[in-house]
């Protein structure tokens, strides 16, 4: 019957029997062909040397061969390298119990004590229960056994000393018996010698996993996994040893920081996949473009560092950012989508700005921070720069608290109509009643809020004051529409036409009573994603204005497919309209144009009757100007308004 569960279990653990390794089996025809030894010496041996039956013989085989099948179950579970089902537990629980109550049946047997009706039977019963449970529970299981986890080094180990011990054992035990000892001398020979090849191999295998694992873990403790640059730790050991080497060469070196200036939008907007592509594509492109010795590292985010090492001539450090700000400032081709790579740098060097690894990159996040704030190419450290980044930082923890407790204030500046002198509409502008340094303007907290994502939660808190005054005006019987700005990053976030939407739904405002203002800059940053959300905007019935037309890009080709309704001529055009034949020339042509394109034409900064006069002659169709009226609170502008004698169009 044992010859017949060896091919049953082939069959019924055969997925696992595909995964072994002949390792395992190796170690198996060890175990078996030990005990096998050491049992023949020690039982069956003798048995038949004094004349026992083959009967008799053949029973001290059964608790034998049981013990195999649980060491073949056992050599099963471990070669597979994979968690042992429990089913496969009971099974060879089931022949462990039989192992023993055939061992207890035989010694009985041979001393002639056996009866019938002994305490045996109670084993082979325990064995047939534990099989049959253990075919309920796979065929509950199914294709999903439950699995418990072993140790395959401790069994291996145990594996090999007992192998040894029981091929030693039997060894010394049939030295007594001249038909026995050659045969098994050399059975523990090969044994022993099977075992200790078996425990080389292992040992030698687990060496090369072990050198494999160092190995990978030391290089991403020193890589970033999503580049595979290298990351703050290693860039922080560069720049250490390089310091050391341009102090005994006396050369200089460079620790320039770059903080890419719209990487949160496209986070934000196009979602986290598409920032992890750029930014792979950013660390490629920066790997390329520096000599073989400079470093390129990512500290975080959407922070990269660089070591220009072993520098001779200052030159060096401005034609290597010179060629960073090229490569960034071709677009990068993210899965059909054109994305900006830009960045703003700060740079430090040894021994100018410091001698150490945290001094030299501490002023290069200095520089980088003044970098961002005032625009600049790139900005090399200087020890005025701390005052300056210290009042940028208050001035964002500042900013962030004036969103939240409403210390930003609407101003009004009206839109006048050249043709008619009425009031065809107002520009809202945000000013920030700071309650320390008075009334701040925008030029000095809007390029703060883009730059530290503050930019959104300004903007929608724009929108929400300007319409809301909207719809009081409209109670009032005054119709006046309002102009709102929107920042270039503004056109990266695509839920910008839903925000909309549900802002002029909650004020019940008509979507016509809102203009939206965007520059041309913004568009051709992305110029398919802009056109996009500005359709969806124009869908829903809310107009368009391209501000400072003829300052930035003037593409005619995208002013012909933009759904604008309105262009704004900017005030470096109209201020010297009157002394400049250029700008005059100019503002005539932009206005003939729009006229040709349909559009309505607003010049802004009018400061004087004379320019005024030259424009409404010229055919522009709106102004707007201190020369008609400052920005204005709501209370002011109503009195304003009633002090006009044609006050609304």
């Known amino acids: 019957s044992y010859l017949l569960v060896l091919p049953a279990i082939a069959m019924g653990f055969r997925s696992r029997l595909r995964g072994v390794a002949w390792g395992s089996v190796l170690t198996l025809f060890l175990i078996v062909g030990g005990l096998t030894v050491a049992g023949y010496a020690v039982l069956i041996g003798p048995q038949l040397v004094y004349g026992a039956s083959l009967a008799t013989a053949t029973g001290i085989a059964y608790p034998l061969l049981g013990l195999a099948i649980v060491i073949l179950l056992t050599a099963v579970s471990v070669g597979s ?31 002639n004590e056996y009866v019938s009706d002994s305490l045996l039977n109670t084993g082979w019963q325990a064995e047939a229960v534990v099989l049959c449970l253990a075919a309920l529970m796979a065929i509950r299981d199914g294709e999903r056994p439950r699995t418990v986890e072993h140790s395959d080094a401790d069994v291996t180990n145990a594996i090999v000393l007992l192998t040894s011990g029981a091929t030693l054992g039997a060894l010394i035990l049939a030295t007594g018996d001249d038909r026995l000892s050659a045969p098994t001398a050399l059975a523990v020979a090969a044994a022993v010698m099977a075992a200790q090849f078996r425990l080389y191999a292992d040992a030698r295998r687990q060496q090369r996993r072990a050198r ?92 990269f560092a660089i070591l220009l ?19 960034l400032g071709e677009p990068f081709d993210v899965q059909g989508m054109s994305l900006d790579g830009n960045a703003s740098i700060g740079v430090a060097s040894y021994p100018e700005h410091g001698d150490d690894v945290d001094a030299l990159i501490q002023r290069a ?51 006048v109509s050249l043709p008619t002198g009425a009031v065809s509409g107002v520009e809202v502008l945000v000013r920030w009643q700071h309650p320390e340094r008075g009334l701040v303007l925008p ?70 009573m809102l203009l939206l203002e965007i520059t041309e800059g913004a568009v051709m940053a992305s110029p398919r994603r802009a056109h996009g959300l500005l359709d969806r905007l124009d869908g ?26 309105e262009l704004k001529i900017g005030k470096s055009f109209v201020a010297h309209l009157i002394q400049d034949r250029n700008d005059a020339h100019i503002v005539r042509s932009t206005i003939d144009l729009a006229h040709n394109l349909e559009l309505r034409v607003v010049a802004e900064g009018v400061e004087s009757m ?29 009195g304003w308004l009633l002090s006009q004698p044609s006050r609304v169009a």
Not at 82 to 111: C, E
Not at 402 to 409: H, T, Y
Not at 453 to 482: F, H, M, N, Y
Not at 490 to 497: G, I, N, R, V
């Open 212 to 303: 494999q694992q160092a190995a990978g873990n030391e290089y991403l403790a020193l890589h970033d996994e999503l580049t595979g640059l290298p990351n703050r730790r290693q860039f922080h050991d560069r720049v250490h040893l390089a310091t050391q080497e341009a102090r005994r060469d006396r050369t200089s070196l460079a620790v320039v920081l770059m903080d890419l200036d719209r990487f949160k939008e496209i986070n934000d907007t196009l979602g986290h996949r598409y920032g992890d592509l750029l930014l792979q594509e950013i660390g490629a492109r920066l790997t390329s473009t520096l000599r073989e010795a400079d470093v390129v590292a990512r500290l975080g985010g959407d922070e």
């Open 540 to 565: 829903m019935g809310v107009q368009l204005s391209l501000d400072d037309f003829g300052v930035g890009y003037s593409s005619l080709s995208y002013l012909k497919t933009l759904p604008v309704r």
């Open 81 to 111: 390298h994979r968690t042992t089902p429990v089913v496969m537990i009971l099974v060879g629980a089931a022949f462990a119990v039989s192992a023993v109550t055939d061992a207890g049946y035989t010694y009985l047997v041979v001393l």
């Open 443 to 512: 030029d000095d907290f809007i390029p703060v809020a883009e730059h530290t994502g503050l930019i959104k939660p300004l903007t929608t808190w724009v929108l929400t004051e300007g319409l809301r005054q909207c719809r009081s005006w409209l109670d009032a019987g005054v119709r006046l529409p309002i102009s709102v700005n929107l920042s270039p990053r503004t056109l990266f976030d695509a839920q910008l036409p839903e925000q909309v939407a549900c802002l002029l739904q909650s004020t019940a405002v008509p979507p016509e």
């Open 610 to 638: 004379a320019v005024r006069d030259q424009l409404a002659m010229l055919g522009c169709d709106v102004a707007q100007g201190h020369w008609f009226s400052p920005p204005l609170t709501e209370p002011q502008l109503r």
């Open 309 to 327: 090492p072993a520098i001779v001539d200052r030159t060096v450090i401005a034609e290597a950012i010179s060629r960073v700000r090229d490569v």
């Open 365 to 415: 996040d200095v520089a980088m921070y003044v970098a961002k704030e005032t625009h600049e190419p790139y900005v090399m450290y200087s020890p005025e720069l701390d005052r300056h980044t210290a009042a940028g930082l208050a001035m964002v923890s500042d900013l962030r608290r004036a969103v939240e407790s409403g210390e930003l204030v609407l101003h009004y500046q009206p839109k």
